[in-house]
């Protein structure tokens, strides 16, 4: 098998290989495979995830064709994997066709097992999917919808660059639930340029209308290399201030708390049982197989080394070329050791509600914290422990990131 490389750290490729090869060796446990699709009618100008605004011309044969090329290139070491969630993203999913789709879904199956009750997700953006596409999509295998929002306020899409209009969004949303879905996400965005709570809010209680399983609440942030860090840089870009983002992050786990979400992730809230499985496999640090252009994957392991961490070639022309010429399109490569695998832990285990399983961390890893460096974070009501797990408290929430570098210099590390 040949492989491509661009970037990596000072490992080889055969640490990789021998990595990658215990993917043939996963039992039960969570396993994701994640397919990039990073066409755009338009790029977004605060986005920084790898997409490309083509209009609606969209390589959707040339594309797909790859992805199953890839696919393939893997079967030796899924053949042995169940699958228990599959994840469209990007980009715009919902601008490919539901019999594109289902190959891919239909690949997946064949190269390894599909669990009984998979989680199969797809994001759909107004404006591109009507009733009868969503139904295709239902027939192909997708049971989980996610829908890009981001807001109900005409003033807030214009100042986002979203293609659509407040109506496009309720019509979408109509069609999802006409088609069929019972499981479905709705993305919301606060933090914007002039946004008012009372704005906010509307954006809330609109979406609460619709009767979603989960929504997801995330703050803008300014990404490098984006339109709007351009803006942000000049001047021209005036975002909330902190206390108002605050407010607006209170509010939301308050009001979506009264009609019944539970907020199982720092930005994610969902009905009992509906959390969204595919991203709880990130966050619990469990394996997953990224698949397309500038798809990421991560393969563990309980032993020396511990783990690989790879990406794929970020342009989707090359990545199609190269995967057609039978190499597995691999541009980035890091190999984990023991103390990057448990940092790796640690910053997306404390975004989630159940936090950290600290038993498992001592007797797997053989790490420890240091008490006298977390007690009085506990005392002051920033963290907790309960049942032997480490959690962040609501108002710790709002200090994350802070939290985090504290736990992390509290790590023990024991041979």
Not at 154 to 162: D, F, N
Not at 230 to 258: A, C, H, Q, R, W
Not at 305 to 324: E, H, Q, S, T
Request: with cysteine.
């Amino acid at each position: 098998m040949t492989f491509i490389f661009r970037r990596c750290n000072s490992y080889s490729k055969g640490d990789y290989e021998e990595l990658v090869e215990r993917l043939g060796k996963i039992y039960n446990m969570a396993f994701g495979v994640y397919i990039h699709i990073p066409y755009c009618v338009k790029k977004c100008p605060y986005c920084d995830f790898n997409s490309y605004g083509v209009g609606r011309l969209v390589p959707e044969d040339d594309y797909t064709l790859a992805i199953l090329r890839e696919l393939d290139l893997y079967r030796d070491f899924l053949k042995n994997v169940t699958v228990t969630s599959i994840f469209f993203g990007g980009g715009t999913p919902s601008l490919f066709s539901p019999s594109g789709v289902e190959s891919i879904i239909d690949r997946i199956a064949s190269v390894s097992s599909l669990s009984p009750d998979v989680e199969v997700s797809l994001e759909v953006n107004p404006k591109t999917a009507n009733l009868e596409k969503l139904r295709g999509f239902l027939i192909a295998g997708v049971n989980r919808i996610s829908v890009g929002v981001q807001s109900f306020s005409e003033r807030k899409l214009k100042v986002l660059g979203r293609i659509n209009s407040p109506h496009d969004s309720e019509t979408l949303l109509k069609a999802v639930e006409r088609a069929g879905f019972v499981n479905f996400n709705i993305d919301l965005m606060f933090g914007v340029p002039f946004e008012t709570l009372k704005e906010w809010e509307s954006d809330l209680r609109r979406a609460l209308e619709f009767g979603s399983t989960h929504i997801s609440s995330y703050c803008l942030t300014i990404e490098d290399d984006t339109e709007f860090a351009t803006l942000y840089s000049s001047g021209k870009l005036p975002l909330p201030d902190e206390d108002m983002v605050i407010d607006m992050f209170n509010l939301t786990g308050n009001l979506l708390e009264v009609y019944g979400y539970l907020q199982y992730e720092v930005s994610n809230f969902s009905k009992p049982g509906f959390e969204c499985r595919h991203n709880l496999i990130y966050w619990q640090g469990n394996y997953y197989l990224g698949l397309g252009a500038g798809a990421h994957s991560y393969v563990l392991d309980d032993n020396p080394p511990w783990g690989v961490r790879f990406a794929n070639i970020r342009d989707p022309n090359r990545y199609i070329n190269v995967v057609k010429e039978g190499k597995r399109p691999v541009d980035f490569l890091d190999v984990l050791d023991r103390k990057k695998l448990i940092e790796d832990r640690f910053l997306m285990g404390l975004r989630l509600k159940e936090g950290i399983d600290l038993r498992d961390i001592r007797e797997r890893l053989r790490v420890y914290l240091n008490w006298e460096r977390l007690d009085p974070l506990v005392e002051e009501g920033f963290l907790e422990v309960l049942n032997d797990s480490l959690k962040v408290t609501k108002k710790g929430v709002l200090i994350l990131n802070e939290l985090i570098v504290k736990v992390l210099d509290a790590l023990v590390y024991k041979e």
